[in-house]
């Protein structure tokens, strides 16, 4: 029954940054590297992206429509790391985190997006879809 | 065959994304899903529609009503998508670090 765990993205790049700096390009400094014309709902439309420095706080984008919120702040533990809510793929129960640890003279940024159902799930899906939807819904609540 | 863009635009609206969340519990009928919603069965039949599109539920008859239920191919992509989604995104951000590293 464990074979439909759920398969997590995980990431990692090296930055010369220090923890400390590199957690403030990525949370603080959102806007002035994230690929919004590939990478939100508005495209090029979007004026703005916001990471709301604190737990609870939004992530989310602007357009002049409005604002379209892309992640809810669980944790938020500079330099160490952060945890998000993912909201565009709530309904899938998904969650971002990333962390920072030293590295030589700069860091590791690992990124994990977990929650998604196993590509697996698809052969499971005459024999008992029932049960992976239980593991799912207990992760999306988890 | 949905792109990846059409399944986070259908994930996008709060009332999809309910549907979504009651579809989890098994295959529901459109009016077993406007029950438990504050809209009305055509609405409901029109978000299943988008989500249908978007390759994220599926459809069958069963007797003389339609059940709709979630579609787990569906989610593989929207997982797959978000592979190649932070990837792109994380190289940014390292770019960005490197600019001002200088």
Redesign the interface.
Known sequence: MSTTAT?E?R?T?????APAE?FD??TA?IA????VK??S?GGEAVTKVVFEPQVGGRVYEITDAGE?DWGRVQSFDPPNGFKLEWL?????G?EVEVTFTPEGPGSR?V?E?RG????T??D??AGG??A??AQ??EH?QG | MSTNGSV??A??DATR?QI??LL???PRSVRELADGLPVSRPAVSQHLRVLKEAGLVSDRKDGTRRLY??E??G??G???Y??S??????????????K??G
């Open positions: 398969e993205i990431k790049v090296l930055v010369d940054f590199a390009l990525f400094g002035t590297w994230w690929p590939t990478h709902y379209q565009i793929g709530k309904s899938c998904t940024v990124l997006h998604f159902t196993n590509a799930a698809r499971n899906y879809w029932g992976v939807l799912f819904v999306a | 986070l635009d994930l996008g994304r979504f969340e989890k519990g098994g239920r979630i787990p191919g989610l593989a929207l997982r797959d978000f592979d989604f932070w990837g792109e995104a994380l190289d940014r951000f390292a770019d960005q670090a490197r001002e590293q």
